[in-house]
């Protein structure tokens, strides 16, 4: 595609030749000729006279001698470039004969079910959904529209997605959640788990995460949030709209977590808590307690992001501040004898 | 379903009008009428005021105008009271066309074997036994009566579940341990894994835990232990009788874990510990050496929980700290001058 | 097998009477008659006063009554032992009759597909590879020689697998990345994720890890590296031959892990850092930053673990601490006081 017509489809102002052929997308130390790249910061600015790439996408004040593709949001801009010069053509409509789909279950317009995928009594799926090989519906399921569900994902018994939904591969949706109650021998007897999950419209879920069905109600997970792989949410947990929770991420059941907020990798929030809007918790993270809106905490027990990396700095010289207080004791010790 | 004829199915004295139409649970803050709901705890007796619920079961200390079930465990007799208004009838018996189930396979009376699972040669399953859809049994496996085994389960050669295990979606049993050894050229050889894992009776493992084979005898899961989802349990770990694992928590190698233990959330064990009777982690917490029995442990590396809660918070003083030090030490060295 | 045949196969020295009969491998204190067993270190060979076992493979100074096979590396040898007495014969060639194979795909000599296995359009498969049952393999992906992948695995569009891979269940390899750009309204559009997983000779993978691909190059296991179970690796990582991650591990988007690197259980790896080779974290470490060849980190964030050991002594006593600084800040008023 010439460059200038990349342009045109990207809303984009063009700078330099139009005429050049972009192929494909590049990082900028991979790409080479008929690559498209793009530098989302200036940190990266300085390997624009070293790339291969024949073209670049750029904030508008960055000068460089490739042609170019300007925009306010390189990154942005540059994913939308990736769907045109990498189209992702959707498996064709149909049912593959080795699916097995109850009759009872309607499958919208377009929709394509992959080889031994399973579609249980009642469900509906909407139009122009995907199932990869070996999906499994329960009975009662309902999928929207233009859903993306790859191979090896599960969902139980009633769940509910919306539109425009993508569940990366082996994601279990709707799973009972962990309760149970003490008996007087100190036995835990299960509680059933009578609830579902709801998942709204352009949610991503990553592969292998869990998402438990509530015991009674629901558990939620908000318009476009999106969930990196491994995710652990437990049983009635809210998740608020446009949320990230990234890899190995664990919530305890009942929390409900606000919008936009960010956990990064491998944080655990326990039960029961609120996490306000737009909080944002630092890798591994633990977190005890409810959280107000807008705060950026860290450590374990979480803390004050400042504080805990100011604390975290003195972490390390533990061993010499127990030196000086040793030495400060001594000092004082002689000071009291002299007397 | 009338309250009073509850009452009697659950052996609970009623207390007010025991005629009013019970239809299902649901919890305090959202339940209207038809619905019976329960109070386990005082904290929630205000909302006793509020609830649009029907009914309710309370502790007998529990005054409410509310018809009601009298319960010493109200959290228990919800528990049954769910398994009565909910009542989840399992699949019909029988053996879907589209399951690989080989001939020298010998299934129980009543067993229900869903679309695609495989069940291996030499698989025993005991009577009434659910293996939902794509349920994956290798060679030689023992499953017991009345198992729940939800689709997407792989069960590793010649593993073994007791009767009435519940096993949640995409749950792994008996892959490889992590075995390995150093050759001469500082590279690492497989050491082959050919111990089995056990899994006795009344057990739940949650969906997308991974509980992996002894390399030589085997690993075990001890009565009626509940193992939350995506729980690492590496090989020959043994865990004692109604344990409990919440998610994410992680069991290096050949570790034995104790009778009514409690990890709760993303809690890791090295290898090769014993960890005592009725310990309990709470959250994160990293456990380097064996623990007593009862003893209650936080913090990474693990210590007595009161003794990580004091220092917590002092930890995040640690900059004052560190002030009032330097403070000292110029008031010490201002005494020295002046003698 | 006689115990002097064994030694002439594993090509050790024999001790005591060749002619004595080993049938199993076992542990030393499992082990029982026709048992053999081993001791990789001194500090379990009092076990071998009390040991059941038939024989046993000791370090050339270790002295035993028992009949010995002696090796430098007891546990290598132990491990080529299990091989010889634990023969694990691989399934049939051929593709059973109810695997889904696209007409398209290249399977080698003697491969296996197991019932149930999906195998997209052009996918290739190596000589003696064997899928167990329900793997899928996406369109275009490519599967070494002499593989080993087990139920439930999941490879996406065009990764590539090399020789000797072996892949425990339900592990998904080439998902997308998690990577997400904010547009206009502070909502998330997704990146298309068009680059691979490439994963080279003789590496191990363990149960439901996950693997994402790259969002335009490759993400890339080198070889003979080892991946514990519920591991999550981010796209564009790279991590360098022989290196070893324990059971979940989590390592973020475009990371460069070096050789011979070792990552015990529940570390967590921040991305667009490079880790040096020969580096070992240990349990739950959080790496910040990048980590220079060699090197031995501990804590959150990882500072050097000799550092991190003594701190963390300190930080159990730091309520003490601050006691004793209250006390000489009094004695410190005190004598000011008295002047």
């Known amino acids: 595609m010439k460059l200038g017509e990349l342009a045109q489809r990207l809303g984009c102002a063009l700078r330099g030749d139009g005429d050049v052929d972009v192929r494909r997308v590049a990082g900028i130390a991979e790409a080479g000729a008929g690559d498209l790249t793009f530098v989302a910061s200036a940190r990266y600015a300085a390997?624009?006279?070293?790339?291969?790439?024949s073209a670049v996408i750029v904030a508008p004040g960055l000068e460089t001698p490739l042609p170019s593709l300007v925009s306010d949001n390189p990154y942005l801009t540059f994913a939308r470039a990736v769907s045109v010069l990498h189209p992702d053509p959707p498996p064709a409509p149909g049912v593959h004969p080795s699916a097995?789909?109850?009759?009872?279950?309607?499958?919208?317009?377009?929709?394509?079910?992959?080889?031994?995928?399973?579609?249980?009594?009642?469900?509906?799926?909407?139009?122009?959904?995907?199932?990869?090989?070996?999906?499994?519906?329960?009975?009662?399921?309902?999928?929207?529209?233009?859903?993306?569900?790859h191979s090896g994902v599960q969902v139980r018994e009633r769940c509910v997605l919306g539109d425009r939904v993508i569940v990366q591969n082996g994601a279990v949706i709707g799973a009972d959640g962990f309760g149970f109650a003490k008996d007087q021998d100190g036995r835990y007897r299960k509680i059933p788990q009578v609830g579902i999950v709801v998942i709204e419209d352009d949610v991503e879920i990553g592969a292998l995460t869990a998402i438990d069905r509530a015991a009674l109600h629901e558990t939620r997970i908000g318009r476009g949030a999106k969930l990196d792989n491994l995710v652990q949410v437990g049983h009635s947990v809210t998740i608020g709209a446009d949320s990230v929770l990234a890899g190995q991420v664990g919530i305890a059941g009942s929390t409900k977590v606000g919008e936009r907020v960010t956990l990064a990798g491998q944080v655990g929030v326990a039960g029961h808590l609120t996490i306000g809007d737009g909080v944002i918790a630092t890798a591994q993270t633990g977190i005890p307690g409810s959280v107000d809106a807008g705060r950026l905490v860290s450590g374990y027990p979480a803390i004050d992001n400042r504080d805990w990396l100011k604390a975290s700095a003195v972490f390390a010289k533990l061993p010499e501040l127990r030196h000086r207080l040793r030495d400060i004791e001594r000092r004082l010790d002689e000071l009291a004898r002299r007397r």
Not at 47 to 53: E, M, S
Not at 119 to 135: D, K
């Open 47 to 53: 390997q624009l006279q070293t790339t291969g790439a």
């Open 100 to 149: 097995t789909v109850d009759p009872t279950a309607e499958l919208g317009e377009g929709v394509h079910v992959g080889p031994q995928a399973v579609v249980g009594p009642g469900v509906r799926v909407g139009a122009r959904t995907v199932l990869h090989p070996q999906v499994v519906l329960y009975r009662g399921v309902r999928v929207g529209a233009d859903c993306l569900l």
